[in-house]
């Protein structure tokens, strides 16, 4: 954890100092002693880079990859689904209609409260789809069974990319470049207030679902186990599914759908402190994080003068190690 914990920092401000525009770390430091009044004489267009720009991206890509990370974990542990992610539940491509809807449709431009359009109306997208999933797989008990929830999100999921795809055909034609793009993730366009509120979310979520970490510990044997063991099901899968839906519904309006992070590091983490929740969550979200900052340092820095997705450097990188984890799983059995 404090080798973690220290990693981060180092690859936070290594993200910071990396971009088009090189500058030092004393340069990063004094640009960010001038913005809080300690430091005077900066020049104003490194302080603008520093602290508006590569500040608020690295460290909502800190973010992002601990949320879908840990939101990933939880899932898996709570379907018994080893390939279950955040998307799980169909919210990404609710978000993509929400998206699509309003690139198409020109509304794309505008802001609420410092909040993109796109991003307001992918979150109402994401939620709308999250609720069609829950009335589906509810069942006249008000439980919510792992196979009846995952069947219903792939139906939603497929009846969203549908309704996306029907967009994109009849509407403006001139958007598909930028509904790929955001398909495709990015964290290029975070500024503070949307940082603050994804840092925000993703803070609670791990604060919550930590508190939890003995009744995930407990579902690992079973409903009938778990609640011989004094956990109530039904309402702790109704709080962390909610909770981690929230925050991955929150995460892809901020910064597109970005794939293979909440389905291979909790994996990865697995191997390296083994399945008990206490431990596993909190290196799950740092590994997460780790991943996502350095994602994006590559994606920024591996072609001059363009910016990779991050959705694809994620499955570039995330393809190879997922199967690495099969064959290990497989070796071991």
């Known amino acids: 954890m404090t080798a973690l914990v220290a990693l981060l920092v180092v690859s936070i401000a290594v993200g910071v100092v990396i971009g088009s525009v090189g500058l030092s770390l004393g340069e990063v430091f004094a640009a960010v002693g001038s913005r809080l009044g300690l430091l005077g004489g900066v020049d104003a267009a490194n302080e603008h880079i520093v602290v508006n720009l590569r500040m ?4 909502t890509a800190a973010a992002v990859g601990a949320g879908l990370a840990v939101c990933g ?20 491509s609710g978000a993509s209609v929400g998206a699509v809807l309003a690139l198409t449709t020109g509304i794309g431009a505008g802001a609420l409260a410092g909040i993109g359009a796109v991003s307001a109306a992918a979150f109402i997208g994401a939620m709308g789809a999250l609720g069609l999933v829950f009335a589906i797989a509810t069942t006249r008990t008000g439980a919510l069974l792992p196979n009846r929830l995952i069947l219903a999100g792939v139906a939603v999921a497929q009846g969203g990319a549908a309704i996306s795809s029907a967009l994109i055909y009849f509407g403006d034609r001139g958007a598909a470049d930028a509904v790929l793009r955001w398909t495709l993730g990015s964290v290029a366009g975070a500024r503070w207030p949307s940082t603050i509120v994804v840092t925000a979310m993703v803070g609670v979520t791990l604060v919550v679902v930590w508190a939890y970490a003995r009744s995930l510990d407990a579902f690992a044997f079973g409903d009938r186990a778990a609640t011989s063991l004094g956990v109530p099901v039904t309402v702790t899968r109704w709080v962390l599914y909610i909770l981690v839906s929230l925050c991955t519904a929150v995460i892809v309006a901020q910064t597109g759908i970005i794939g293979f992070v909440g389905l291979v590091i909790p994996h990865l983490a697995r191997l ?14 740092l590994v997460g994080a780790l991943l996502l900052v350095w994602t994006d340092v590559l994606a920024r820095t591996v072609k001059a ?25 497989g070796a071991a059995a």
């Open 272 to 285: 390296l402190v083994g399945p008990l929740h206490q431990r596993l969550l909190p290196v799950t979200a």
């Open 73 to 92: 974990n939880v899932l898996q542990s709570l379907t018994g689904n080893v390939l279950a992610d955040p998307y799980l539940l169909g919210m990404s």
């Open 56 to 59: 608020p991206r690295v460290v």
């Open 305 to 329: 003068g363009q910016e990779l997705p991050l959705g694809l450097v994620t499955a570039i990188v995330g393809v190879p190690v997922f199967v690495w984890i099969l064959r290990r799983h």
